[in-house]
């Protein structure tokens, strides 16, 4: 009887500490490949290689926190990296500066 109670106990304490093979959160979203796709954060992400931006460069040219954004709208995935401003991708100099100067 010691003996089962000593390896529930043993099971107990392992499982706490996260030895089960779960999935990040961030895994089971739906990858999306399609550049220039709208998607829904929370359930879906950007595949490797794109980004996920949202416009946050004003007419004026100056950026939007996007801490303090509370526009509508959803991200898009945009090839952001490639060397190339794709405004056509919403790519602008506050949310891709790698590529837009």
Avoid at 31 to 49: D, H, L, M, Q, V
Wanted: proline residues 7%; hydrophobic residues 30%.
């Amino acid at each position: 009887m010691k003996g089962f109670v000593f390896v529930l106990l043993l099971l107990a304490f392992l499982f706490s500490f996260g030895c089960t093979n779960k999935v990040s959160e961030d895994d089971s979203l739906k990858c999306i490949s399609e550049i220039g796709k709208a998607y829904y954060p929370g359930t879906e992400k950007c595949c490797n290689g794109l980004k996920s931006v949202f416009p946050y460069e004003l007419p004026d040219g100056t950026c939007i926190d996007p801490a303090s954004d509370n526009r509508a709208g959803a991200p898009i995935c945009a090839p952001c990296g490639n060397g190339k401003c794709e405004k056509e991708y919403s790519e602008d100099k506050c949310n891709c500066p790698e590529d837009c100067k």
